[in-house]
Nanobody
Framework: QVQVVESGGGLVQPGGSLRLSCAAS????????IQWSRQAPGKQRELVAE???????NYVDSVKGRFTISRDNTKNTVYLQMNSLKPEDTAVYYC?????????WGQGTQVTVSS
């Protein structure tokens, strides 16, 4: 069974940075694809970034050049480095792991960008 737990959210000023972590349990982490999505109040959840089991990455246009997704298979963890944060990045950020018959979501971590 695979479980994921997000951490690293918080309050940051515009232009600041945060690094989110998605820690996964299970011995099959290295074959899972990992996505970060976010949901702002009153809006639909949107996919922000993805990293495949092979290390390929994809980003939504609004975060390209500002966010970087990476994975450390030795720690069963995926990171989302977020730089140059904007108020419109405020949302609950969710991690999900999918593949090999799994599609598991975490509880989310709140990111608030405000002065």
């Amino acid at each position: 069974q695979v479980q994921v737990v997000e951490s690293g959210g918080g309050l940051v000023q515009p232009g600041g940075s945060l690094r989110l972590s998605c820690a996964a349990s299970g011995s099959i982490f290295r074959i899972l694809n990992i996505q970060w999505s976010r949901q702002a109040p009153g809006k639909q959840r949107e996919l922000v970034a993805e990293i495949t089991s092979g290390g390929s990455t994809n980003y939504v246009d609004s975060v390209k050049g500002r966010f970087t997704i990476s994975r450390d298979n030795t720690k069963n963890t995926v990171y989302l480095q977020m730089n140059s944060l904007k108020p419109e990045d405020t949302a609950v950020y969710y991690c999900n792991a999918w593949g090999a018959g799994y599609n598991t979501w975490g509880q989310g971590t709140q990111v608030t960008v405000s002065s």
